[in-house]
């Protein structure tokens, strides 16, 4: 509310005015009567559905003429000059005027002397409340209130002092009374608000700001409403002296249009230098990482609404001096009602949301189990027909407030057409998701129980079950989605046998350009059918060994140890060696000299393996003991021992590395002799 009063201040003095003289009673006093308007016909779609752009055209020259006469007509000028010289010459007219004005200066200032002590004596008090702690909180809400009544006071006192002081100097008519009891009033009302724009305006300190704006900035804003306040207290004051010497219509009317007009052109000062300012702080709010939902949806509309409004009080002053009130006024509110529907559907859209997941799914997991199941993981599908349905009827009510008819629209026989055609559209599609959704899940919890079934040796297996569920996703949409398409196409009317014709003989055209595109979607599905591989694994794909980093229906990415990404077409690879599957074999091969104990190595290698176990880095790595070959060759110089170590899959490079470090270092300590090859020298003579 604090942040809109800078917006709304001018618009409520503008409007206040323009009404103003609807509730003041003449009480006796002979004035000309208001010209009699003619009731304004409303104008039907169909009269100008003809000639849409003449209509227009002749409605635009007649406010442009019109307003033309209202903002320089010479004719006001000088019927109100006429009467005012007139006036001066008639010497009741002098004296009414200086008794009244006598009597008013006195009564004025006795009334504003006393509130303005009134005012120095409760300022203090007033400060007390505003400024106790360094910065506005919540507890301190109720000492802004009470600052905010303890400003009342002070006018309320001079518009109580001003009437009885004036009604206790001689006596009065009524009609001056009722004159006297106008003007303090609207000094009253224009002194209140006046104080209140000083509270929220002109802070002590940056602290104790109660709008997030600049102080030079609210400062500004302060001096264009005590302008505006200043302009509207003379313009009322003027008014009502008027109706005390019987001022003309062609008079009152120069002085409202006037004062409203210097009012209008404060206000759209004032709004327009506060643009730039509002326009920042929303954008600052609205980057916030912790905005709430509602906050966002509100503040992302405020940004527009600001020059529509400026657009709104012109047209308002404009309708009114043109006297066309009706169809301006009635024009502009429908239009901002329209506008500010939107907003208010993305409010209710948050609030649906919240009532679902706070109320219902609460409520119905501690009473109902299966539906809180259903309404938690169905509950965006929830969530889109409600506020679809509230659309609807946002769509009707604004068809109510334009004239619209709705139910001629809702049974003519086109919009009955249109209604079935769109009910089974939007049957076809919610069929279509649901079974969409319903896979999906049956896919998710399939994954998730063989997750939690297999153990800690066959997880990469899981790999390859993500693999085939994102292929069977692809697949579902596709088995679903053109059945879907087809029958919407049939629903729209349009013969669908051509279609199937055409696409069936240019498939046939262009398989024969894309053979080897359609060869390589068959065998990359049947080879992820068969779980040959899947993300993580480390293959030898054509002579080349790597890790496979992603899949997908055409072509399988495998990056190399060197970090170098090869890509290969399912139609390409010949060769596939999967050194993930199950697991893996670490094939230990060394030689050692013919000096060496056979069962003295094989101990040693039985040792390996026991400390392999223990290990904390490979002990994990290993499946099963060291299975020992034997002498795998005998050579001249060396004996070859082979023994294989199964690891878990694609670990067998690292219990390799392991195991060599420890064969070097228990070989040196039990002296086992090494193979060296030995050198066989051949020496011959010749003799003559």
């Known amino acids: 509310m604090k942040r809109l009063f800078l917006l709304m201040f001018g618009f409520v003095v503008l409007q206040g005015f323009s009404g103003a003289s609807k509730y003041i009673p003449l009480l006796g006093a002979q004035k000309e009567a208001p010209p009699v308007i003619p009731p304004i016909k409303p104008v039907k779609v169909s009269e100008i559905s003809a000639n849409v752009f003449s209509a227009v055209y002749d409605f635009l020259k007649d406010l442009l ?9 010479l004719k006001d000028f000088v019927e109100t000059g006429e009467w005012f010289i007139s006036s001066l010459k008639n010497p009741e007219m002098r004296a009414l005027l200086g008794s009244f004005s006598l009597r008013f200066l006195i009564a004025f200032l006795a ?90 305006l002109k802070p002590a300190s940056d602290d104790h700001k109660h709008i997030p704006l600049k102080r030079k900035t609210l400062a500004s804003a302060y001096r264009w409403i005590r302008r505006m306040g200043i302009i509207a207290l003379f313009g009322f004051f003027a008014m009502e002296v008027g109706y005390l010497i019987n001022l003309p219509a062609s008079g009152e009317r120069l002085l409202l249009q006037g004062s409203t007009l210097i009012i209008l052109v404060l206000a759209i000062f004032m709004m327009a230098s506060l643009h730039d300012e509002l326009k920042n702080y929303f954008r600052k709010e609205l980057k916030k990482p912790k905005i709430t939902p509602l906050k966002k949806a509100v503040l992302s509309y405020l940004g527009y609404i600001y020059i529509p409004l400026i657009a709104l009080i012109m047209v308002s002053y404009m309708s009114w001096i043109t006297r ?24 209710a859209s948050f609030e649906v949301r919240k009532v679902r997941i706070l109320v219902f799914e609460y409520y119905l997991r501690h009473h109902f189990r299966p539906l809180a199941f259903f309404i938690r993981h169905y509950g965006s599908q929830l969530d889109f027909s409600i506020i679809l349905l509230l659309k609807l009827a946002s769509f009707i009510l604004i068809l109510e407030l334009w004239g619209w008819d709705p139910t001629y629209l809702l049974f003519s026989p086109i919009v009955k057409l249109l209604a079935q055609k769109s009910f089974s559209i939007f049957m076809i599609i919610f069929v279509a998701l649901l079974i969409t959704r319903v896979g999906n899940d049956f896919l998710k919890r399939y994954l998730n129980r063989e997750k939690k079934s297999l153990d800690e040796t066959k997880i990469q297996r899981l790999a390859r079950y993500k693999t ?88 399988v990415r495998l990056r ?97 590395w392991a195991f060599n470090r420890l064969l070097k270092k228990y070989l040196q300590e039990h002296k086992i002799p090494p193979a060296i090859p030995r050198q066989v020298s051949l020496e011959y003579r010749i003799e003559k």
């Open 324 to 347: 066309k009130i009706d169809p301006f006024q009635s024009i502009v509110w429908k239009t901002l009602l329209t506008v500010s529907v939107f907003p208010l559907l993305r409010i």
């Open 560 to 656: 190399a140890s060197d970090g170098a990404l090869y890509i290969y077409p399912y139609g390409s690879i010949t060769t596939l060696c999967n050194q993930n599957r199950d697991y893996s074999a670490a094939v230990m091969l060394f030689k050692v000299g013919t000096e060496a104990n056979i069962d003295e190595v094989f101990e040693i290698i039985e040792k390996i393996s026991s400390d392999l176990r223990k290990d904390k880095g490979t002990k994990s790595l290993l499946v099963e003991p060291v299975e020992i070959s034997g002498v795998n060759e005998v050579s001249d110089y060396a004996f070859e021992i082979r023994a294989i170590l199964k690891t878990k899959p694609g670990q067998h490079f690292k219990v390799k």
């Open 65 to 73: 003429e019109k307003s033309f006469e209202a903002f320089v007509s």
């Open 468 to 555: 085939i569920s994102s292929v069977s996703r692809n697949v579902l949409r596709i088995a679903v989605w053109t059945p879907a398409i087809l029958l919407i196409i049939i629903e729209l009317g349009v013969e669908i046998v051509p279609i199937i014709a055409t696409v069936g003989i240019l498939s046939i055209g262009l398989s024969f350009g894309v053979q080897s595109l359609i060869k390589d979607f068959v065998t990359g599905f049947f080879m992820l059918l068969e779980d040959a591989f899947a993300v993580g694994d480390l293959v030898v794909i054509n002579d080349q060994m790597g890790r496979i980093e992603s899949l997908t229906i055409r072509v």
């Open 111 to 200: 009334a504003f002397a006393v509130s303005r002590t009134l005012t120095v004596w409760l300022r203090p008090k007033i400060n007390s409340f505003l400024y106790k702690g360094k910065a506005p909180s919540p507890y301190n809400k109720a000492n802004l209130f009470v600052a905010t009544l303890l400003c009342c006071v002070a006018p309320l006192v001079f518009g109580f002092l001003f009437y009885a002081i004036f009604r206790l100097l001689g006596p009065q008519t009524l009609v001056i009374l009722e004159i006297i009891r106008m003007i303090s009033s609207g000094a009253v009302t224009i002194w209140i608000l006046l104080n209140v724009a000083h509270l929220f």
